[in-house]
């Protein structure tokens, strides 16, 4: 994985949604930033979902401000 701005996250359950979420990151040097993957989904996006989703817990207290979350869990 890489160890700049972007990696990879796992969620492993029944209720989560499978597949890829988000795209793959060009490995282009030209569609580099600074040398790093540019990402595609905000980290904290699969938190705020996860967050609500799964504990029902608000996320802007948590996150510091309101995140557009992903949603990741099934209905």
Known sequence: ?????ASVMFAVGQRLK???HGKYP?????DLKQGDLVYSTDFR????GLLQDC???????ILG??????R???A
């Open 65 to 70: 401000k309101a995140i557009e979350p992903l």
């Open 55 to 61: 504990l029902g817990a608000p996320t802007a207290p």
């Open 45 to 48: 996006g699969v938190y705020a």
């Open 1 to 5: 994985t890489d160890h700049g701005s």
């Open 72 to 74: 990741l869990v099934r």
């Open 26 to 30: 060009s490995l282009a040097p030209a």
């Open 18 to 20: 499978g597949g890829l």
